[in-house]
T-cell receptor, first 116, second 111 residues
């Protein structure tokens, strides 16, 4: 059974460029999470979706960040324009959530983003 | 606000037992999870405590005391492959449920 799939695995871009990160959750999961990990700030939740609907986007740093989930099997996180301080590892995770409990989250391999 | 505290680093020798503590502060708490992350890898789920007490999964055990806002992860019969970062995370049930992660404990297992 395939796990969470993320692409690209590595991205190097220049400041000001648009960056789009992609995620395919585990089939059957109804919750999807985007996290950012840096040495300074650790693992931060950016946004999460339940049944394709954004539930909590309080972690999205600013308007340059946007996320979409057009269907149950695909989500994107977009940064436009990108800045050097956005350099981090971005993880997508999915879970099956029922009765309000979050249950176990399964993480993808991450996208390592470097903005020059 | 919500916060978790765990030691930044722990060192132990192969075959030993190590305990990683986690204290938390939050107004809405549902449970405590533990995740393992190897260098360059993704976090993977280890254990979850929804109720007070001890949960055992092979060489790993996790404990929760809600009254003390405290939990720990116990690793027994340490192996070199256990060298990794370990994160506690609590399930925060405020307006929306979500996981809040600690800053992680880097465990170094020495031969």
């Amino acid at each position: 059974d395939a796990g969470v799939i993320q692409s690209p695995r590595h991205e190097v871009t220049e400041m000001g460029q648009e960056v789009t990160l992609r995620c395919k959750p585990i089939s059957g999961h109804n919750s999807l999470f985007w996290y950012r990990q840096t040495m300074m700030r650790g693992l931060e939740l950016l946004i999460y979706f339940n049944n394709n609907v954004p539930i909590d986007d309080s972690g999205m740093p600013e308007d340059r960040f946007s996320a979409k989930m057009p269907n149950a099997s695909f989500s994107t996180l977009k940064i436009q324009p990108s800045e050097p301080r956005d350099s981090a590892v971005y993880f997508c995770a999915s879970s099956f959530t029922s009765g309000g409990s979050l249950e176990t989250q399964y993480f993808g391999p991450g996208t390592r983003l470097l903005v020059l | 606000g919500q916060s978790l505290e765990q030691p930044s680093e722990v060192t132990a020798v192969e075959g030993a037992i190590v305990q990683i503590n986690c204290t938390y502060q939050t107004s809405g708490f549902y449970g405590l999870s533990w995740y393992q992350q190897h260098d360059g890898g993704a976090p993977t789920f280890l254990s979850y405590n929804g109720l007070d007490g001890l949960e055992e999964t092979g060489r790993f055990s996790s404990f929760l005391s809600r009254s003390d806002s405290y939990g720990y992860l116990l690793l027994q019969e340490l192996q070199m492959k256990d060298s990794a970062s370990y994160f506690c995370a609590f399930e925060y049930g405020g307006a929306t449920n979500k996981l809040i992660f600690g800053t992680g404990t880097l465990l170094a297992v020495q031969p």
